[in-house]
């Protein structure tokens, strides 16, 4: 299973929802990653996770809360979330943070926030 | 400063005509790697490629294959016989130590017209 897969693959909120979303890999890869990707940009690396720890956050507002209960799950649950966050959020997965290893993108949730 | 530059914009190509997509970084660490990255219009960024500072090895698959001049700091990839297939965004990325944290170019758009 070469797999990252995340759910849902569209969103839409209003601004004053909660929702999260889901991303999954059976890969054994211990690197977990959060990217925003507003079109016709590159991804903008959020938030890292390394053997389940916190391992970096780029300076992300708090209305994006990061969350990886195990080495395969990784969540990112939403709050009062602005219009300008609309983008397209891709999880990937690696094997470990140390190396230079690859990063395996899942297909990525639609967001839209009204 | 930009670690990662993709001069190219948009390309477009006729169907079965050889494509080059330039990429150029910047870095003062001696262990690195490089990677190209595709993403379809669906959304989802699909690995191409890893390549370490150690090998300037060319590489060829298939269709598809990486230039790597450590001289001119360039990671070129070159399409030959393209397909409509291969319209996407590519991106080229570049990651050092520690973290495996990936600088992303700005990704080139490639249009193969039938």
């Known amino acids: 299973d070469t797999e990252v897969t995340q759910t849902p693959k569209h969103l839409v909120m209003g601004m004053t929802n909660k929702k999260s979303l889901k991303c999954e890999q059976h890969?054994?890869?211990?690197?977990m990653y959060w990217y925003k990707q507003k079109a016709k940009k590159p991804p903008e690396l959020m938030f890292v996770y390394s053997y389940e720890k916190l391992s970096i956050n780029e300076s992300v507002p708090s209305r994006f809360s990061p969350e990886c209960p195990n080495s395969s799950l990784l969540n990112l649950h939403l709050h009062a979330l602005q219009p300008e966050d609309s983008a397209l959020y891709l999880c990937a997965s690696s094997y470990r943070l140390a190396d230079y290893n690859e990063q395996f993108f899942g297909p990525g949730t639609r967001l839209t926030v009204l | 400063a930009q670690k990662v530059t993709q001069a190219q914009t948009e390309i477009s190509v006729v169907e079965k005509e050889d494509v080059t997509l330039d990429c150029v970084y910047e870095?003062?660490?001696?262990?690195?790697?490089l990677f190209w990255y595709k993403q379809p219009p669906s959304g989802e960024l699909v690995f191409l490629i890893r390549r370490n500072s150690f090998d300037e090895q060319n590489e060829i698959s298939g269709r598809y294959s990486w230039n790597f001049q450590k001289s001119t700091s360039s990671f070129n990839f070159t399409i030959t016989a393209s397909q409509v297939v291969d319209s996407a965004v590519y991106f080229c990325?570049?990651?050092?130590?520690?973290?495996?944290?990936?600088?992303f170019g700005t990704g080139t758009s490639l249009t193969v017209i039938p």
């Open positions: 870095t003062r660490d001696t262990t690195y790697y």
């Open positions: 990325a570049l990651s050092e130590a520690p973290g495996n944290q990936f600088y």
């Open positions: 890969m054994g890869h211990r690197a």
